[in-house]
């Protein structure tokens, strides 16, 4: 058994396609200042937390519902220290109600010591609603950002083209329709929003409504444009890829019958964005993400009328309202017509306070790493390398959920269960130590000197 003594930082991952790669380029930023780092699937380490040293424990979100676990798990515990960012943070734009009433808490945030926004709008939002958080609340960007519009995304570049080799020339059009097919099902979309107390008051109830009423009709509009664009583009496969928290079969029932629609979800869609001739898509923070990356993109803005409409990736790109107006655009898009400078150059003004790392050379992981070591309160502590046991969840954490599940303030559910598997199917040393040279040789941080597994899907850096 080793022995290790390091200034410590935990980075737990929910969803690995959406956020694995930017967290682990945060954690090599946090090696190179010198520090360690544990990182792996959340629930395994959230459910071995107590074999773990005490450091900065750096969350993606802040809701009511964590509070008593920051409690019992960060706050009650010597030398802990809360931080993070909120991996939906952009999401807040056109949806701020229910952004505030369901990510954010302030008893939460009164244990966290920084929020990272993603740009100043997200930070004066939370800000405005907790003012006695202010301080702590920093628009730094987010590291997804980091990956997005560096070279960071050439490290993707083999796997798009084995995609195009496997499907030939296709239009991705990537699903954001969870709140009409979530994966654990839609009564627990409504027994969330009554337990969260989102539909406790009027204007939580209409905006429930509006909203369930907003995501179907999107959902339906975007299933027709998809039928249209297959039929109308034979000789290109449609790739819909759903979102990790969907039901993918209920994804693919549109499609049953038309050959060139295939539903994927396979790996991080950042690929499948590079290996696509254009991206279509509705209210996606994916159309976002491929704007960014400066890959031809259209917005699909079938509908007006709801502040839904208004969410920052429909503002960007070639923005259409019509299923015409969609064909027509993508027809040019696929001659070679995308006026990239003019759309880059329109899209960064309109997005600029809501990003604030859009500048050459700016990263958000820099300025997160930055500040959290300028922590005084954070101190060394020791890591005892041995292998913990192979603990999906620990036994008292089953007997907390259950507990909490009977007092009905939180449904149980399993975290080996097929819903989040598909949000985290999985993660190897191999492959872990494969990622972290590629990040290398596009960033130039230097490669950890140490990475060993500690749990099953948990593994420390340093």
Request: positive net charge; contains cysteine; proline residues 5%.
């Amino acid at each position: 058994m080793r022995t290790i003594v390091k200034r410590w930082l935990l980075i737990p991952i929910e969803i690995k396609p959406r956020e694995y790669r930017s967290r682990l380029l945060l954690a090599m930023g946090a090696v190179k200042k010198g520090c360690g780092v544990i990182i792996g699937r959340q629930g395994n380490l959230q459910a071995n937390l107590s074999r773990y040293p005490a450091g900065v424990y750096f969350d993606k979100s802040f809701d009511g519902d964590k509070a008593e676990w920051f409690r019992e798990n960060i706050a009650a515990r010597n030398h802990m220290i809360l931080a993070g960012n909120d991996e939906e943070g952009l999401a807040s734009e056109g949806n701020e109600w229910i952004y505030i009433h369901q990510r954010h808490a302030e008893e939460v945030l009164g244990m966290v010591r920084y929020f990272f926004a993603w740009g100043e709008k997200e930070a004066e939002l939370i800000r405005d609603r907790f003012p006695t958080a202010a301080e702590k609340i920093l628009a730094t960007g987010n590291p997804r950002v980091d990956i997005w519009k560096s070279d960071c995304k050439e490290i993707y570049r083999p796997i798009a083209q084995r995609y195009r080799r496997r499907f030939g020339p296709y239009i991705l059009m990537p699903s954001s329709f969870a709140g009409a097919r979530y994966g654990l099902g839609q009564d627990f979309i409504e027994k969330e929003a009554i337990r969260r107390g989102i539909l406790d008051t009027e204007t939580g109830r209409r905006r429930a409504a509006n909203g369930k009423v907003f995501v179907h009709e999107s959902l339906r509009r975007f299933e027709e444009i998809a039928v249209m664009i297959a039929h109308e583009f034979r000789d290109h496969h449609v790739i819909i890829r759903p979102h990790p928290a969907e039901n993918i079969q209920a994804c693919a029932e549109f499609a049953r019958g038309i050959s060139n629609i295939k539903v994927i979800l396979d790996g991080e869609v950042t690929p499948w964005i590079l290996g696509s001739r254009a991206v279509v898509h509705s209210f996606c923070t994916t159309g976002l993400e491929a704007f960014l990356m400066r890959h031809p993109v259209i917005a699909y803005r079938s509908l007006e009328g709801y502040s839904y409409a208004n969410f920052l990736s429909n503002r960007v790109g070639i923005v259409e309202k019509t299923p015409e107006e969609v064909i027509a655009s993508l027809r040019e898009v696929l001659r070679g017509n995308y006026p990239e400078d003019r759309i880059w150059e329109s899209g960064r003004r309109e997005i600029a306070d809501n990003i604030s790392t859009l500048g050459d050379g700016e990263f958000a992981y820099r300025k997160i790493v930055e500040r959290l070591v300028s922590i005084e309160a954070w101190k060394e502590a020791p890591l005892e390398l041995r292998m913990a046991p192979k603990v999906i969840e620990s036994r008292e954490r089953i007997r907390q959920r259950l507990r909490k599940r009977l007092l009905g303030r939180q449904p149980f559910i399993w975290t080996d269960s097929p819903y989040f598997r598909q949000k985290f199917p999985g993660l190897t040393a191999r492959e872990l130590k494969r990622d972290i040279e590629d990040l290398s040789k596009h960033t130039g941080l230097p490669v950890p000197r140490h990475v060993v597994k500690v749990n099953e899907v948990v593994f420390a850096m340093y």
